[in-house]
């Protein structure tokens, strides 16, 4: 895909974001766990989700079989994660995999702790990692778990969600600081809403022994704000902008709305207005340098090193140590890409990038990134166009992991895009 900036640099646009998968994947995880029919509003329409979908179906119809039944989560780890909690209370002989990328995903400390409640797993190939057998055996709750909170909230979420059917509950305390917390206070909020006693506070999670309870209920996804920061940086790096983003609010479930904040360091504004936010390029004096800590937030550091990098701004980012276990080593690849596009970047201590704020050499006429099978990688430099004029994205089509009207929505704004 070659991406080109429109030629004023001006960015005048309505976009209607999708739905965000985060959300939509636990009400999911949560209906199947009710056992009761509940239509979900807005339901993310992101591969991630249709594919989970997919796989709670095939759950539902081999429930109780004694023959292995393959869940191959592909390249999604929130799903693999997810089911593989899910299947440690699911009646059945269940064999869960991936994509090579999966494999090299570590699972250790979420089995770690499913085994001492009970669970029957054991790895097929390297010890902690996909692929798992996972049996059916009844699970012991209402005991304490110690959880790992600095590898992936993802596993406390997947706990979470599969206490209210333990009989006790459950008490899981968090022993390192916490990447992604607002996702674990997002769980909680989607199982009180749902029926379900959780509380979290503090890094302890308490669950009670309330079950889920649907009846009545009105579930919904909000608006994915993970995909709104591409959109900030869209404004950030153009000469102006106003953009619209409908349906999106401030005050909702995802710590990733702190974008609005994290952007006012690039002149950007945030106004709610008309059924939703209004964001506009208000001034160009940025601050000779910047440090922000992404360990609650570490889905928005692409967007915004490739900001930092285009604006030639000065920046420490730190809490990225999450990026290296995603759908790539992201932290590598992330100063791989800005290297190549001429920007010196460093990936440090494995978990912080350093950008000097200076291009030390001029990008190629044909730079082409490599997104290494990460729709964040393709997002968060296709906007680079607004500096280098046309950037190449190699494997364009990832953006449907979360987003998959990205292009055709850059389109909208007035970039040109072509496949030659």
């Known amino acids: 895909m070659i991406v080109s900036a429109p030629t004023s640099l001006s960015i005048r646009t309505e976009i209607t974001l999708p739905a965000s998968k985060s959300i939509s994947n636990r009400l999911l995880i949560i209906r199947h766990l009710a056992g009761e029919p509940a239509e979900i509003a807005n339901l993310s329409e992101a591969d991630d989700t249709r594919l989970l979908q997919y796989l709670l179906e095939i ?31 699911t009646p ?5 995999t991936g994509s090579e990328r999966m494999q090299q995903r570590p699972l250790g400390a979420l089995v770690d702790a499913l085994k001492l409640c009970g669970a029957d797993i054991s790895y097929l190939k390297k010890s902690e990692y996909p692929p798992l057998s996972v049996r059916s055996k009844k699970l012991q709750g209402g005991i304490t778990l110690q959880v790992p909170g600095n590898i992936s909230s993802q596993f406390i979420s997947a ?8 009989e006790g509950g459950l008490r899981i305390e968090i022993t390192s600081k916490v990447v992604s917390e607002p996702y674990i206070q997002m769980t909680a909020h989607l199982m009180r809403e749902c029926g379900a006693d959780a509380r979290y506070e503090s890094g302890v999670v308490e669950i009670g022994t309330l079950p889920y309870s649907l009846a009545g209920k009105e579930l919904s996804a909000e608006l994915d704000w993970s995909s709104a920061a591409f959109w900030y940086e869209i404004a950030a790096l153009s000469n102006d902008a106003e953009i619209f983003l409908p349906g999106l609010k401030l005050n909702g479930l995802q710590g990733d709305s702190i ?9 950007i504004s945030t106004a709610e207005n008309f059924g939703g936010l209004t964001i506009v390029k208000e001034k160009r004096d940025f601050p000779g340098k910047i440090s922000m800590d992404f360990t609650s937030c570490p889905d928005l550091a692409q967007a915004v090193a490739v900001t930092c990098a285009g604006l030639n701004i000065p920046a420490r980012l730190t809490g990225l140590s999450g990026l290296r276990i995603k759908e790539t080593d992201r932290l590598t690849a992330l100063a791989g890409e800005l290297q190549k596009a001429g920007f010196k970047a460093e990936a440090n ?11 030390i050499s001029p990008p190629a006429g044909n730079l082409q990134i490599e997104t290494y099978g990460d729709h964040r990688m393709a997002m968060a430099f296709a906007p680079l166009s607004l500096v280098h004029g046309i950037i190449r994205i190699k494997d364009h089509g990832v953006v449907t992991k979360s987003y998959p009207a990205f292009w055709s929505h850059m389109s909208a704004a007035g970039f040109v895009l072509s496949d030659r």
């Open 59 to 89: 759950i539902h119809r081999n429930k109780g079989n004694s023959s292995p039944v393959t869940i191959d989560c592909r390249n999604a780890g929130t799903v693999c994660r997810f089911l593989t909690a899910l299947l440690a209370v």
């Open 259 to 267: 974008a609005a904040a994290l952007f006012r360091n690039f002149g």
């Open 159 to 166: 706990l979470m969600l599969i206490a209210p059917a333990l």
């Open 92 to 96: 059945g002989n269940w064999l869960i």
């Open 349 to 359: 201590n494995g978990s912080e990038l350093i950008l000097s704020g200076e291009r």
